[in-house]
T-cell receptor, first 112, second 116 residues
Framework: RKEVEQDPGPFNVPEGATVAFNCTYSNSASQSFFWYRQDCRKEPKLLMSVYSSGNEDGRFTAQLNRASQYISLLIRDSKLSDSATYLCVVNALDTGRRALTFGSGTRLQVQP | NAGVTQTPKFQVLKTGQSMTLQCAQD?????MSWYRQDPGMGLRLIHY???????DQGEVPNGYNVSRSTTEDFPLRLLSAAPSQTSVYFC???????????????FGAGTRLSVL
């Protein structure tokens, strides 16, 4: 089983739609959580950190459920420019590596 | 405002050749790492470093060497290139925050490597 699992998609949605991505992680010692965005043939860039109480940044809302070990990302009022791959990322400090573990990503295509 | 700089952007090698992928950051970050990204596999950690003179292996270290003689530079060496090393390579850096909450990684633009 992968440490971080995501539905690869693609999710094809019309402009203005609301779309949600889920991500599950297997390491219960995971300490911090992030969503990164990666455009085609570009490097990943931080979209937002995910906090225990949930957090919002404009049209984006991230939630964390430690008991069920999943993270979600909700995008409201989708724009064409939201088309990208969204990477779920967790950081576990007990591996001795102190490194991020990336999911394979969920591809979003927003259509006009 | 350079951030993380990787060179070269593209490289084609023949099986058995060696080469070094360069990575430099100007943010005074302690932590640097190398990932490879293959279709459907996500990013996998090759090697990482928590400071000058300190390196350690990641998930897929075989066939790669690293060194960290300065805070700024973290080169990745392919000892004897194999077709299985065809991939996109990303270098990243971050502060070495123990809690991980501020462990936001900044990536270079990537090196696209093909091994024939």
């Amino acid at each position: 089983r992968k440490e971080v699992e995501q539905d690869p998609g693609p999710f094809n949605v019309p402009e203005g739609a609301t779309v949600a991505f889920n991500c599950t992680y297997s390491n219960s010692a995971s300490q911090s959580f992030f969503w990164y965005r990666q455009d085609c043939r570009k490097e990943p860039k931080l979209l937002m950190s995910v906090y225990s109480s949930g957090n919002e940044d404009g049209r984006f809302t991230a939630q964390l459920n430690r008991a069920s070990q999943y993270i979600s990302l909700l995008i409201r009022d989708s724009k064409l420019s939201d088309s990208a791959t969204y990477l779920c990322v967790v950081n576990a400090l007990d591996t001795g590596r102190r490194a991020l573990t990336f999911g394979s990503g969920t591809r979003l295509q927003v259509q006009p | 405002n350079a951030g993380v700089t990787q060179t070269p952007k593209f490289q084609v090698l023949k099986t058995g050749q060696s080469m070094t992928l360069q990575c430099a950051q100007d943010m005074n970050h302690e932590y640097m790492s190398w990932y490879r990204q293959d279709p459907g596999m996500g990013l996998r950690l090759i090697h990482y470093s928590v400071g000058a003179g300190i390196t350690d292996q990641g998930e897929v270290p075989n066939g790669y060497n690293v060194s960290r003689s300065t805070t700024e530079d973290f080169p990745l060496r392919l000892l004897s290139a194999a077709p299985s090393q065809t991939s996109v390579y990303f270098c990243a850096s971050s502060k070495n925050d123990l809690s991980g909450a501020k462990n936001i990684q900044y990536f270079g633009a990537g090196t696209r490597l093909s091994v024939l």
